[in-house]
């Protein structure tokens, strides 16, 4: 089953949230420590995808027209709209940050080399190691994040499905039309303009910074096409 691995790393996302949300009645002044400490980590984890960059030059370029593009369709607003809008669906049990929740954990699941290759080996190998590995470590994540940002986390198991699912779908079809050359380069870029997201995130929870990363998004599109339009220009030249 190719969705094996996406599928598993899902419900691990949302068992995570769940157990976290029992979890989360702790003193404040002990949450506000463990916010510190799950943002410090989540900056090393984005420093070191930041690292995986191989022209920087172009996660700059993504990362300031992925910005100005959040800004001119105000995408942090409109997910701040969705979360509102969740946190009265939801009601008591819905109390939290939702929208907060949702984006860091989305951005800390979704971005990097464990989902796209596990998700090509889901694919082209029915091979779910990778995945399986990254859905034991997000559903931990998962249970740790909720215990401060509340429930929002559970909904990034809806982006993780697509992403992951759609890459796994279309493996056959990506490394067929994609030489392995530009795939090795596309994964290490995403993954540095993610890093740098993940680090604002890292920021973020620290207290140190109020960052729209939400607005940061379309870099990730930025990236995508860039790297294949300076890929081909070289070839070309």
């Known amino acids: 089953m190719v969705l094996f691995g996406t599928i598993i790393n899902g419900i691990t996302i949302i068992l995570g949230t769940i157990i976290g949300k029992f979890l989360s009645k702790i003193p404040d002044q002990m949450k506000t420590t463990v916010m510190h400490g799950i943002g410090l980590a989540v900056v090393v984890l984005g420093l070191q995808m930041a690292f995986k960059s191989e022209q920087f030059l172009y996660v700059i370029i993504s990362l300031v027209l992925g910005a100005v ?28 940050q939702i929208s907060q929740g949702f984006v860091t954990a989305t951005l800390i699941f979704v971005i990097g080399a464990m989902a796209i290759l596990g998700a090509l080996d889901s694919g082209m190998k029915n091979n779910h190691d990778i995945l399986l590995t990254k859905a034991i470590i ?29 890459i796994a779908l279309l493996a056959a079809q990506i490394v067929a039309l994609v030489p392995s050359v530009l795939l090795d380069q596309l994964i290490a870029e995403i993954t540095a303009s993610g890093g740098v997201m993940i680090l604002a995130i890292g920021l973020n929870l620290t207290g140190i910074t109020k960052i729209r990363v939400a607005n940061l998004l379309p870099g990730i599109m930025v990236i995508i096409v860039l790297v294949i339009v300076m890929y081909n220009l070289n070839g070309i030249l």
């Not at 939801?90 to 939290?96: D, P």
């Not at 940002?149 to 697509?162: D, Q, Y």
């Open 138 to 166: 997000d559903g931990f994540t998962a249970l740790i994040l909720t215990t401060t940002l509340g429930i929002g986390v559970m909904f990034s198991a809806i982006p993780v499905v697509i992403y992951q699912g759609t």
């Open 69 to 96: 593009i959040g800004e001119w369709i105000d995408l942090d607003g409109k997910l701040n709209a969705c979360g509102n809008w969740l946190e009265k669906k939801l009601g008591a049990f819905g109390s939290g």
